[in-house]
């Protein structure tokens, strides 16, 4: 199976491998790493966890920044906080009626 991500010129081959499971291939330009499966697991997790955080840090810096033009001074953002119907806000792991 291959994926090909032409945004960021990078393609992903998964292979059946060995008795140890499926081979994943990243090659990004001319570059190729050979990962197992468990070694492409926690690359992705730390690869989805890295883009939470350069996210969370954008989103803290917008709320800094509307801060310092308004003058307000307001709570900091959560990350987890999520706009509901009834337009309260609610945070994850909390149980909201719908």
Sequence with gaps: MVFHLKKHNMTVTVTHGNRFGPIVQLALGSEVRTLQRAEFTDFLLSMIEEGRKATTEYLESLGDSLQRRTGER?????????????????YLGDTVPF
Aim: aromatic share 0%; glycine share 12%.
């Design 74 to 90: 307001r709570g900091p953002l959560r990350a987890d906080a999520v706009r509901t119907a009834g337009s309260s806000t609610a």
